[in-house]
Nanobody, 125 residues
């Protein structure tokens, strides 16, 4: 499965962006999907995830209450709605997918088999 992430860009602090992640093939609803981000000089960090089986969502502490992950199975797409953006949200955002990930590993980027190419989000102050 190849993933395509899109929707990044330049936005002022307090603004919003919506990222999209779609596969090149296959039924996306079968996969749990995570969003991760990596800023220059920093390790890749968990942002949010949505499970395939339950639709339950999970968030990193720094984005809780500001970001929302969702999926539209009819469009075979997962979204990350980002509101109240801060300069510290600046990073390259990656979506990842896995069909068999267990709940305890959903925040671990090493557990995802498929990755998109990333989309840059820059938040100016």
């Amino acid at each position: 499965v190849q993933l395509q992430a899109s929707g990044g860009g330049l936005v002022q602090a307090g603004g919003s962006l919506r990222l999209s992640c779609a596969p090149s093939g296959g039924t996306f609803s079968r996969y749990s999907v995570g969003w991760f981000r990596q800023a220059p000089g920093k390790e890749r960090a968990f942002v949010a995830a949505i499970r395939s089986s339950s639709g339950h969502t999970y968030y990193g502490d720094s984005v809780k209450g500001r970001f929302t992950i969702s999926r539209d199975n009819a469009k075979n797409t997962v979204y990350l709605q980002m509101n109240s953006l801060k300069p510290e949200d600046t990073a390259k955002y990656y979506c990842a997918a896995d069909s068999g990930i267990i709940l305890s590993a959903i925040t671990d980027d090493r557990q995802y088999d498929y990755w998109g190419q990333g989309t840059q989000v820059t938040v100016s102050s």
